[in-house]
Protein backbone atom coordinates (compact mmCIF):
# COMPACT_ATOMS: atom_id res chain seq x y z
CA UNK A 1 0.00 0.00 0.00
CA UNK A 2 1.53 3.50 -0.95
CA UNK A 3 1.00 6.41 1.61
CA UNK A 4 -0.34 8.56 -1.73
CA UNK A 5 -3.26 6.07 -2.07
CA UNK A 6 -4.17 5.96 1.66
CA UNK A 7 -4.72 9.92 1.77
CA UNK A 8 -6.28 9.57 -1.36
CA UNK A 9 -8.62 7.26 0.00
CA UNK A 10 -9.00 9.24 3.02
CA UNK A 11 -9.34 12.39 1.43
CA UNK A 12 -12.48 11.29 -0.61
CA UNK A 13 -13.71 9.44 2.22
CA UNK A 14 -13.83 13.03 4.51
CA UNK A 15 -15.14 14.59 1.85
CA UNK A 16 -17.62 12.27 0.65
CA UNK A 17 -19.22 13.10 4.29
CA UNK A 18 -18.87 16.72 4.46
CA UNK A 19 -15.57 16.93 6.65
CA UNK A 20 -13.14 20.35 6.65
CA UNK A 21 -10.67 17.87 8.01
CA UNK A 22 -8.74 18.16 4.73
CA UNK A 23 -10.04 21.12 3.93
CA UNK A 24 -9.16 23.46 6.86
CA UNK A 25 -5.35 24.38 7.71
CA UNK A 26 -4.39 24.36 11.30
CA UNK A 27 -3.03 21.46 13.91
CA UNK A 28 -6.43 21.55 15.45
CA UNK A 29 -7.86 19.09 12.57
CA UNK A 30 -5.05 16.64 12.81
CA UNK A 31 -6.68 14.46 15.16
CA UNK A 32 -9.78 14.33 12.70
CA UNK A 33 -7.82 13.58 10.07
CA UNK A 34 -6.38 10.61 11.80
CA UNK A 35 -9.61 9.25 11.90
CA UNK A 36 -10.23 9.38 8.56
CA UNK A 37 -6.65 8.02 7.69
CA UNK A 38 -7.94 5.29 10.22
CA UNK A 39 -11.10 4.49 8.16
CA UNK A 40 -9.35 4.63 5.06
CA UNK A 41 -6.36 1.75 6.81
CA UNK A 42 -9.60 -0.16 7.48
CA UNK A 43 -11.04 -0.12 3.57
CA UNK A 44 -7.60 -0.61 2.36
CA UNK A 45 -7.39 -3.94 4.47
CA UNK A 46 -10.91 -5.42 3.37
CA UNK A 47 -9.65 -5.18 0.45
CA UNK A 48 -6.22 -6.05 0.24
CA UNK A 49 -6.99 -9.51 -1.53
CA UNK A 50 -7.66 -8.38 -4.11
CA UNK A 51 -5.05 -6.24 -5.41
CA UNK A 52 -2.67 -8.82 -4.51
CA UNK A 53 -1.11 -10.09 -7.46
CA UNK A 54 0.11 -14.08 -7.65
CA UNK A 55 3.49 -14.78 -6.48
CA UNK A 56 6.10 -15.68 -9.32
CA UNK A 57 6.55 -19.06 -10.71
CA UNK A 58 2.29 -19.50 -10.10
CA UNK A 59 0.03 -20.96 -12.27
CA UNK A 60 -2.88 -19.20 -10.86
CA UNK A 61 -3.39 -17.03 -13.92
CA UNK A 62 -2.13 -19.73 -16.60
CA UNK A 63 -4.00 -21.22 -19.73
CA UNK A 64 -5.16 -24.55 -19.20
CA UNK A 65 -2.59 -27.13 -21.04
CA UNK A 66 -5.32 -27.94 -23.81
CA UNK A 67 -5.23 -24.28 -24.33
CA UNK A 68 -1.70 -24.29 -24.45
CA UNK A 69 -1.09 -26.97 -26.78
CA UNK A 70 -2.73 -24.97 -29.63
CA UNK A 71 -0.87 -21.99 -29.62
CA UNK A 72 2.94 -20.79 -29.84
CA UNK A 73 4.21 -18.66 -27.87
CA UNK A 74 6.81 -16.20 -28.26
CA UNK A 75 9.76 -15.98 -25.87
CA UNK A 76 9.03 -14.31 -22.90
CA UNK A 77 11.78 -12.04 -21.81
CA UNK A 78 9.83 -10.45 -18.30
CA UNK A 79 9.70 -6.60 -17.99
CA UNK A 80 12.12 -6.71 -15.07
CA UNK A 81 14.73 -8.07 -17.24
CA UNK A 82 13.79 -6.48 -20.59
CA UNK A 83 14.98 -3.32 -18.28
CA UNK A 84 17.80 -5.00 -16.94
CA UNK A 85 19.04 -5.29 -20.10
CA UNK A 86 18.42 -1.36 -20.87
CA UNK A 87 20.61 -0.44 -17.96
CA UNK A 88 23.44 -3.28 -19.00
CA UNK A 89 23.40 -1.39 -22.33
CA UNK A 90 23.58 2.30 -20.13
CA UNK A 91 26.59 0.57 -18.35
CA UNK A 92 28.34 0.37 -22.07
CA UNK A 93 27.54 3.91 -22.55
CA UNK A 94 28.15 5.57 -19.34
CA UNK A 95 30.98 3.57 -17.82
CA UNK A 96 31.70 5.96 -14.96
CA UNK A 97 28.15 5.17 -14.08
CA UNK A 98 28.87 1.40 -13.87
CA UNK A 99 28.28 0.47 -10.02
CA UNK A 100 24.58 2.25 -9.78
CA UNK A 101 23.53 0.79 -13.06
CA UNK A 102 25.00 -2.26 -12.60
CA UNK A 103 23.09 -2.38 -9.19
CA UNK A 104 19.71 -1.02 -10.65
CA UNK A 105 20.22 -3.76 -13.27
CA UNK A 106 20.88 -6.79 -10.69
CA UNK A 107 18.01 -5.30 -8.50
CA UNK A 108 15.87 -5.81 -11.63
CA UNK A 109 17.11 -9.36 -12.92
CA UNK A 110 15.88 -10.02 -9.30
CA UNK A 111 12.59 -8.60 -9.45
CA UNK A 112 11.77 -11.05 -12.60
CA UNK A 113 8.74 -12.68 -12.47
CA UNK A 114 10.71 -16.16 -14.23
CA UNK A 115 7.79 -17.38 -15.87
CA UNK A 116 4.93 -15.49 -18.25
CA UNK A 117 1.92 -15.58 -15.81
CA UNK A 118 -0.37 -16.68 -18.48
CA UNK A 119 1.68 -19.18 -20.55
CA UNK A 120 4.00 -20.40 -18.24
CA UNK A 121 7.34 -19.72 -20.56
CA UNK A 122 10.08 -19.21 -18.33
CA UNK A 123 11.73 -15.79 -19.05
CA UNK A 124 14.66 -16.01 -21.76
CA UNK A 125 16.97 -13.06 -21.05
CA UNK A 126 19.75 -16.48 -19.35
CA UNK A 127 20.08 -14.49 -15.96
CA UNK A 128 17.98 -17.01 -14.47
CA UNK A 129 20.11 -20.56 -15.08
CA UNK A 130 16.99 -22.35 -16.84
CA UNK A 131 15.71 -20.87 -20.34
CA UNK A 132 12.91 -21.87 -22.02
CA UNK A 133 14.97 -23.42 -24.60
CA UNK A 134 16.94 -25.55 -22.02
Known amino acids: ?46 IQDQ ?16 ILALIDPPPYLSTACETAQLLEQAVAEHPERQAGLGEWARRMHARCRTNNKYTGRLCDCGHHGETADA
Open 51 to 66: FVPPPPGSTEEQMPDD
Open 1 to 46: MTTDLRNRIARAMAKAAGSKAFREPGTEWNHLRSVWLGHADAALAA
